[in-house]
């Protein structure tokens, strides 16, 4: 009898299974789904410095799509351009990628249960909630509310895209809270996708990247995102050790909603601690607690800008070259690495009150 339950065979329960394995432990996975990785609700869009942290569990240049090296961001409607010579991410199957680092799991010696919907029948004292963004896990045990939630909605389609390795980002204060993305696939097919922080309206945000591409499309697909972390994480209760890890503690970028790779990451801790939940929680903060905090508060930042801020950020962006200073110190997941000193030359331009003799 396994002495670890994982419940879900996401990323970050099967990379939370091989590393409790390693500890020398036995490990069920329960997944409501007949297989690992769908329905694919992810863009599959990760940095290539991520997908090499990975690279130990599943090698992903099986999985690879399209090739990243520049993002168009529309402040409103200012269009303030990256560019990298060389790729820095790239689009994967998720579903592909799920599978794998399921099966790797399997060949490490987790048994995994499909189809297995786990409501309170835990299989083990020692229970990993791997279970995504509306845990069932976290709800049974009691754990702190999330309380902030991007809605989505996302369709892979026929798109022609000038630029096929160059992702667009929206932003405008028209949906509060609105982002909106095209992802290329190739040449003529993208992932269009929008996303809104709840309460406000998914279906208004879609509507509008609509109409300003001037496209149509039926029928997207839905999905929530936990766009802050869960104030708890892991404890001890009734003699289980509990732990949430994943989109199931909200270990997500708040600026983009991804959460792959820093899943990933908390979940290598994860399976190292299962016996120790507190640490666990503990470990995860201290190591990434203050990317997570940076993603917020300039998610939170962008949110409170009307249209003619952005416009006004996106001029200063482009008159600054600020692109230069991304290509020299830019990380798509890491945001204090972008903090270096020579950036205060630009927030002193682009953050109000940060120069107050120039008020
Ligand atoms: C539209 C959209 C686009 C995104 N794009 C990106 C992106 O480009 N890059 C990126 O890094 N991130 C992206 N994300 C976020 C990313 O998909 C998640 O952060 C990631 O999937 C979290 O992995 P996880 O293993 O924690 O949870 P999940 O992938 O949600 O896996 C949870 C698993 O648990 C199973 N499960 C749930 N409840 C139970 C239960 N009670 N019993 C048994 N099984 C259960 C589910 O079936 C599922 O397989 C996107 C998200 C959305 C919605």
Redesign the pocket.
């Known amino acids: 009898m396994a002495n670890v339950h994982v419940?879900?065979?996401?990323?970050?329960?099967?990379?939370t299974a091989i590393n409790a394995i390693k500890s020398n432990h036995s490990v069920l996975i329960?997944?409501?789904?007949p297989t690992?990785?769908?329905p694919q609700?992810?863009?599959?869009?990760?940095s290539l410095e991520?997908l090499k942290i990975l690279k130990k569990y599943v090698d992903h240049n099986k999985f690879v799509i399209n090739r990243i090296n520049g993002t168009d961001i529309y402040l409103n409607d200012v269009l303030f351009k990256i560019r990298r010579k060389e790729a820095v991410a790239c689009?994967c199957s998720?579903a592909k990628l799920?599978n794998a680092l399921a099966d790797k799991a399997e060949k490490e010696g987790a048994k995994i249960v499909y189809g297995?919907?786990?409501?309170d029948n835990f299989k083990a004292n020692n229970i990993i909630g791997?279970?995504?963004?509306?845990?069932?896990?976290a709800s049974n045990f009691d754990f702190p509310r999330i309380n902030r939630f991007?809605a989505?909605?996302?369709k892979t389609m026929d798109y022609r895209k000038e630029e096929n390795g160059v992702v667009d980002v929206f932003l405008s204060s028209k949906i509060p809270g609105f982002f909106g993305w095209i992802?290329p696939h190739n040449e003529e097919k993208a992932?269009i996708?929008v996303?809104v922080e709840l309460p406000n309206n998914v279906r208004d945000a879609w509507n509008y990247l609509l109409k300003i591409k001037k496209i149509e499309a039926e029928n997207p697909?839905a999905?929530?995102?936990?766009v802050e972390t869960r104030k708890r994480a892991g404890k001890e209760i009734c003699g289980k050790n509990v732990i949430l890890?994943?989109?199931?503690?909200g270990?997500?970028?708040a600026t983009?909603?991804?959460?792959?790779?820093?899943?990933?990451l908390c979940?290598e801790i994860a399976g190292r601690d299962v016996l120790r939940p507190k640490w666990y929680d503990l470990e995860w903060r201290a190591r990434f607690g203050h990317e997570f905090m940076l993603h917020r508060k300039i998610r939170d930042h962008l949110n409170c800008m009307n249209d003619s801020r952005l416009a006004e950020l996106g001029e200063k962006l482009n008159k600054m070259n600020f692109n230069g200073y991304l290509e020299k110190h830019g990380d798509m997941d890491k945001p204090s690495k972008i903090i270096k000193p020579e950036i205060l030359k630009y927030l002193i331009n682009i953050v109000p009150g940060f120069n107050a003799r120039q008020q």
């Open positions: 419940v879900g065979a996401g990323p970050a329960g099967s990379i329960s997944e409501e789904h690992a990785g769908i609700n992810c863009s599959g869009l990760f991520g689009v998720r799920d297995e919907r786990i409501k791997a279970d995504g963004a509306n845990s069932t896990v991007v989505t909605l996302q992802i992932e996708g996303g697909s999905s929530i995102i936990p890890v994943g989109d199931a503690a270990q997500t970028k983009t909603g991804g959460g792959f790779l820093f899943g990933a979940a």
